[in-house]
């Protein structure tokens, strides 16, 4: 057990509900190695309160925290400033203390971005289907316009939702490289073409471990990669149907390790190394078992 002194910062993560959350682990464990005076704790917000935690958190002197749902969005009136990224994404994931409040950045997307690096995989010169249309597939559709993907098709279950946002990707790009369809037009995609598969739906987390979105396996011969952004179970039935028919999958436990990390270097100015990211990752998933 770390000392807490004097000198302690403290970060912590605004939300509701917060109890199940694996942040606490995941920074404890960065500030333990890298022997930093930071401690992170749980900040459950009720419903109504927000600006008074925002404000409250910053008259308390807290170093940053985090943001989750359903705060991602309502924060943003109650910020100093925003980072472009999390302006352009619309959601806010990390705040980071500056003179007079907090800075709002979008950790998730980056986050992201590094967990598919580490993992070996490509965004550059990619087709990719997204699957499911809300705040994070929004997220996930303007990261992949901005590293090179060549076509970005959103499915969804709310048809008007997928096009809404191709359209505002492809406002951004200034090109039609965004795409909406419902669910079940998969069937409409082009014989023979294969395609990086984003799954940013709720559908399949536990306990609902058996759900998928698309249960057709002819669906996924057109898979060579799956990256299911739920992290519990480690392996979702989308990942099973991608592995099935001959892909590779991936969970969203990286993406998790990654958005705290990048959370953690901006509140510290330091780096963490792959090394201790990775030790970080195995104190998750120890403390998720
Ligand atoms: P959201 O805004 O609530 O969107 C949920 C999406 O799932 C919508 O597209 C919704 O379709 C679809 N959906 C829900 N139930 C469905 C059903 N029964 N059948 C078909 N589609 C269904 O959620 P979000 O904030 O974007 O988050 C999505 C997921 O991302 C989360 O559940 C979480 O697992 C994951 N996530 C992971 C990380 C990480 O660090 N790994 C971080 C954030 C989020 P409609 O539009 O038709 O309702």
């Not at 007079?100 to 995989?121: E, H, I, Q, W």
């Not at 550059?124 to 705040?135: D, M, N, R, S, Y």
Request: glycine residues 10%; contains cysteine; charged residues 20%.
């Amino acid at each position: 057990m770390r000392e807490i002194s004097g000198h302690t910062r403290t970060c912590g993560l605004i939300g509701n509900p917060v109890e199940h959350t694996l942040s606490p682990v995941l920074h404890n464990t960065l500030a333990e190695h890298m022997e930093q005076e930071l401690c992170y704790v749980p900040l459950k917000v009720a419903e109504g309160a927000l600006e008074a935690a925002v404000k409250g958190a910053y008259a308390l002197n807290l170093l940053g925290t985090n943001v989750t749902v359903p705060y991602k969005s309502d924060v943003i009136p109650y910020l100093k400033d925003i980072d472009p990224l999390a302006e352009k994404i619309g959601a806010v994931n990390t705040l980071v203390r500056v003179d007079g409040g907090f800075k709002g950045y979008n950790t998730d997307m980056p986050g992201l971005y590094r967990a598919m690096c580490s993992d070996g995989v490509q965004i550059e010169g990619e087709k990719v289907l997204i699957l499911g249309a809300g705040g994070v597939a929004r997220a996930v559709a303007v990261l992949l316009a901005d590293k090179g993907a060549t076509e970005i098709i959103l499915l969804n279950r709310t048809v008007e939702k997928a096009q809404k946002i191709a359209d505002e990707v492809n406002a951004f790009v200034g090109k039609k490289l965004a795409f909406g369809m419902a669910n079940e037009d998969y069937r409409k995609l082009p014989e023979g073409e294969k395609y990086l598969v984003i799954q940013a739906t709720s559908v399949g987390m536990h306990p609902n471990d058996k759900d998928v979105v698309i249960t057709d396996e002819a669906f996924y011969e057109k898979v060579h990669t799956g990256y299911d952004l739920i992290f519990n179970p480690s392996e979702t039935r989308f990942m099973q149907l991608v592995k099935a028919a001959g892909g590779k999958a991936y969970n969203g436990a990286k993406m998790l390790l990654y958005q705290g990390v990048i959370a953690y270097e901006y509140w510290t100015g330091t780096n963490v190394s792959d090394e201790l990211a990775q030790i970080a990752y195995e104190a998750m998933q120890a403390a998720g078992k």
